[in-house]
């Protein structure tokens, strides 16, 4: 199955101003397609070639790194634009995520605190994540293009700290892109759609 760029589920100009247009122009038209395009030429005449994008991550960590990236980075942003919504974020969660949070995360404020740290603290770059393994929803942060799948988890939220997701808006404050993302951005429909399924 050959990897393919999605459409963005919103406008370019719709995250302002806590995501530029020109930040998502690069980053979706540039960055994602290129993971894409690379993917597809790395993958060709492999044993990779024909089997599902989640399939092929899992089977290429730690065995072929360019196809690894490259599948990984497509994966993670595929769902990394849903992850996001104009008028997102905030602590008005969904029932079922609110309690789900409570129980694992100690409450949300305790997740927000958390997850931005794991973001802040993630060293070049990755990826901090909420993840649910062994039932339980877990916050935990992966180098370049790494996410929980290869660790055991199901990713329910993921965001990006590539220097190319924030860099135009926020230039070297990381933590408050982090902040942006957390207070103005998520998606927390899609979080909980991901969440049931993983459950």
């Known amino acids: 199955m050959a990897f393919e760029l999605p459409e963005l589920p919103y406008a370019y100009d719709s995250l302002q101003p806590f ?20 993917g597809n030429n790395l993958i060709k005449g492999t044993e990779f070639e024909g089997k599902s994008l989640e399939e092929v991550v899992k089977a290429s960590y ?13 994966y993670n942003h595929i769902h990394f634009w849903k992850w996001m919504k104009n008028g997102g974020g905030g602590n008005k969660l969904p029932g ?3 309690a789900a949070f409570a129980s694992d995360l100690g409450g949300y404020d305790k997740f927000r605190a958390d997850f931005i740290a794991a973001g802040t603290t993630q060293f070049g770059s990755g990826w901090a994540w ?10 935990s942060k ?6 929980p799948l290869v660790h055991g988890g199901k990713p329910i939220l993921g965001v990006d ?11 070297n404050a990381r933590p408050k892109y982090l902040e942006a993302f957390v207070d103005s951005l998520i998606n927390w429909d899609y979080v909980l759609e991901l969440y049931e399924a993983a459950v």
């Open 161 to 171: 700290v590539w220097e190319h997701s924030y860099y135009i808006d926020y230039r």
């Open 19 to 38: 995501m530029s247009a020109e930040t998502l122009e690069f980053h979706h038209d540039k960055h994602h397609l290129a993971y894409v395009t690379n």
């Open 130 to 139: 909420l993840a649910v393994k062994d039932g339980k929803i877990e916050i």
């Open 62 to 74: 730690g065995k072929n790194a360019g196809v690894f990236n490259n599948a990984g980075q497509h």
């Open 96 to 98: 079922k995520l609110e």
């Open 142 to 147: 992966t180098p370049n293009g790494e996410n």
